[in-house]
């Protein structure tokens, strides 16, 4: 059984910096996983949850909302099948729970789209005041 699971989620002030890890398990995953399109999605109170960024693990192409872009940037590292959020110069409306999310394949520009992922993690709190 594919899982994922977040951590590095907290409470900074603006303008502060977060790293989010997505770690991801599970005996079929890991022959697999070259071959997975690995995204941030987070969800603000009220909102829809929306993509930040994705990475495609097999060749680390990215993408990245325009929201974000210049501020956010996504990894991996394949040795320990871990894809990395790093989060610089945030925002109060930055704040919500992150979420990242697999699926078999390249990311391409329906990266975003919910549905097309299979396997989702249980989300960390990111809060940033003002």
């Known amino acids: 059984q594919v899982q994922l699971v977040e951590s590095g989620g907290g409470s900074v002030q603006t303008g502060g910096s977060l790293r989010l890890s997505c770690a991801a398990s599970?005996?079929?995953?890991?022959?697999?996983?070259?071959?997975?399109?690995v995204g941030w999605f987070r969800q603000a109170p009220g909102k829809e949850r929306e993509g930040v960024a994705s990475?495609?693990?097999?060749?680390?192409?990215?993408r990245y909302a325009d929201s974000v872009k210049g501020r956010f940037t996504i990894s991996r590292d394949n040795r320990k099948n871990t894809v990395y959020l790093q989060m610089n110069n945030l925002k109060p409306d930055d704040t919500a729970m992150y979420y990242c999310?697999?699926?078999?394949?390249?990311?391409?520009?329906?990266?975003?789209?919910?549905?097309?992922?299979?396997?989702w993690g249980q989300g960390t709190q990111v809060t940033v005041s003002s």
């Open positions: 990475i495609y693990i097999g060749s680390g192409g990215t």
């Open positions: 999310a697999a699926k078999i394949g390249a990311c391409g520009v329906d990266w975003v789209i919910l549905n097309k992922y299979n396997t």
């Open positions: 599970g005996v079929t995953f890991q022959y697999t996983y070259n071959n997975n399109c």
